[in-house]
């Protein structure tokens, strides 16, 4: 699926392909504890240089079963990441996964008007009917963060030494809760008028691993 040109506007965000230049921010992101913590796994341990060089490799030739895509707020500053990977086409799903890794901009609404955004496209622009995620269980606030996008409860899974709580969103119910949302922010953005309003949560989570003997 070629994304290079991709890009989805919400009202405080846009998203857009990952580029060259994203590399210093994402690496940042995956060697913090915190972040690390949050996506149940352990901080990156390779150099800048060499994850650089991965990333390169990453954008080069991307996977047909992924889709990843950067987090701008709407004057341009690089907050995040988020992607739908895990494509199935046979089942008409995918996972999603989202973080915003600049601190400046968490419980500020941004996480939810990108997955908004992110959701928007999966169930306009796409044949997946089905979108699922794996959040740690003892995470409230993306718990609460996912509710308020669409996302339904399924019930606790063990994985990796963790429980976290599968939650899903089906193409029809959420077209039917959201989709007006989604003409509203089509019409503003082809009419060239202003954004206003408000529409965090997991980072990416089970992302790939960078390389063999890297630990996350």
Known sequence: MDTSDLRLEGKLTVLRAKRPEDADADYAWRVDPELAALDATSPLRMSLKDYVRYFRDELEYPS???????IDTNDGVHIGNCMYYDINDQEKQAEIGIMIGDRRYWDR???TDAL?????HVFTET???RI???T???NARAQKAFRRVGFRDVGLVRRDGHN?????VRREEWLAKFGHRVRQLRGQAENG??????IETRPESARPQPSPGANR
């Open 64 to 70: 047909p079963w992924s889709v990843r895509l950067a």
């Open 193 to 198: 008028t202003d954004r206003e309003g408000h």
């Open 109 to 111: 609404g941004y996480g």
């Open 127 to 129: 044949p997946l009917e």
């Open 132 to 134: 699922y995620l794996h």
């Open 116 to 120: 908004m955004a992110l959701l928007g």
């Open 136 to 138: 740690l269980d003892y």
């Open 164 to 168: 976290f709580l599968l939650m899903e």
